[in-house]
């Protein structure tokens, strides 16, 4: 048996990802004896894959900027981001050898050797300074508090500590070890678990021209979610816009991409949160404007002139050039056009239907790819419940509770990141 059995510990983390990371270095700098247990073979499996394997760390505003992007629940994360924000993340990994860059347009931040590897060692050398002990392998099975202090328990024994900081993640990429262990031992201590559902995950959809445009991507996307009833039997594109932006129950502007079984891209992924929400998900549509800076009427005026200029091309010749050649196609097709009409041949009711093809693109929502595709957890630790001052539990002195279990969820952008490291940070300051 491991001598971490036989040790008295001031502090046991349970979770080596993000949050419980900065956690346990942090709780060890004030000279607590801290132990960090990971169930994996290495820590921080999730942020090696994140970012496509580049981390987006966090994002190029200030603290008011990551609290209005979590929305109503960011307002929790306050006293987190005054005590670890956006620019002392990026001088902590600064410190640490791993200078960051900012996306042009995006504002993303990523290590600039656009690495993921290189955030997780940067984290193991603050942790391996920072004197806590980190013993990988170890899955906890459960938590208990006994005598005014805690009891971990894993297969190998029990441990126990005066504090314990819970940061095992949610259930998104289960591939990594975030399989929602914690919900169970956190709902047993007497916490309300908000039920997990996946957030920025790609949305499944029935529509067989979806798949057959697979790999085909729009880079900037107007993306909004609304019931499918709505539009049934409007065949107006302005009608269908105008009930789309009445209607929508979210909607989001950036990259579209096609894929075999639906929609992805972050546009789609941000508003996925809503579709997982949704009680019946196939009832819903995303409908995609692929030219959001354009009006309809621009659109339909723009055809006109190029059908006029351009008479005997066939039709697909004179679409957007901004899109895709398959998408155009398509877009014929849904309208009810030969591809090899000739451009003077279109009337002034196909060239409207046409024109709506590109601001009101409806996509019949089926699903989305789950938790296995998910990037991040909705749901899970009612806020409530957790001392946003310190990371606390109202319920339990001595416990602790950060990142991805809270019920917190952020857009893409290096946001939900962000949280985790603060709220992480936070609740090392205080166990």
Request: glycine content about 10%.
């Amino acid at each position: 048996m491991s001598d971490v059995y036989h040790d008295s510990w001031e502090v046991v983390v349970v979770g080596a990802g993000p949050a419980g990371l900065l956690a346990a270095a942090c709780a060890a700098e004030r000279g607590r004896r801290t132990l960090l247990l990971e169930k994996n073979r290495k820590a921080g499996v999730k942020i090696l894959i994140s970012g496509g394997t580049r981390c987006n760390l966090t994002h190029a505003t200030d603290a008011a900027g990551i609290i209005a992007a979590f929305g109503r629940p960011g307002r929790f994360l306050h006293s987190a981001l005054a005590a670890l924000g956006p620019r002392d993340v990026v001088a902590l990994f600064a410190a640490e050898g791993v200078p960051t860059v900012v996306e042009r347009d995006s504002g993303k931040v990523f290590p600039q050797s656009d690495r993921a590897l290189d955030v997780q060692q940067a984290l193991l050398r603050r942790l391996a300074r920072s004197s806590a002990r980190l013993q990988l392998g170890t899955p906890v099975q459960g938590i208990e508090r006994r005598d005014e202090r805690f009891v971990v328990a894993t297969a190998a024994g029990e441990l126990t500590a005066e504090s314990v900081i819970v940061t095992t993640g949610g259930r998104s990429y289960p591939g990594c070890g975030t399989t929602g262990d914690a919900y169970e031992w956190l709902a047993a201590l007497g916490h309300t678990i908000v039920a997990p559902r996946p957030a920025l995950v790609p949305v499944t959809s029935s529509a067989p021209w979806a798949a057959e445009l697979r790999g085909i991507s729009v880079q900037d996307t107007l993306v909004r979610v609304v019931p499918q009833a709505v539009l049934d039997g409007r065949a107006d594109p302005a009608e269908r816009l105008a009930v789309a932006r009445k209607k929508q129950l979210a909607e989001r502007r950036g990259a579209l991409l096609l894929t075999h079984f639906g929609l992805s891209g972050p546009a789609v992924m941000d508003v996925s949160r809503v579709i997982t929400a949704h009680p019946e998900p196939r009832t819903l549509a995303l409908v995609c404007d692929l030219l959001p800076d354009t009006t309809l009427d621009q659109v339909e005026d723009s055809l006109r002139q190029h059908c006029a200029g351009h008479g005997s091309r066939w039709l697909a010749h004179v679409l957007p050039p901004e899109l895709p050649q398959r998408l155009a196609d398509v877009a014929l097709e849904q309208c009810g056009l030969r591809r090899d009409l000739r451009a003077a041949e279109l009337d002034k009711r196909s060239r409207r239907r046409l024109a709506g093809a590109w601001n009101s693109l409806a996509v019949p929502v089926s699903g989305t790819r789950g938790f296995e595709k998910a990037e991040v957890t909705a749901g899970g630790v009612a806020l409530d419940e957790v001392d946003s001052r310190t990371m606390q539990s109202k319920r339990v002195p001595g416990l602790f509770i950060a990142g991805e279990l809270l019920d917190l969820d952020g857009p893409i952008g290096g946001y939900n990141f962000q949280a985790a490291f603060s709220t992480g940070w936070l609740a090392g300051q205080n166990a």
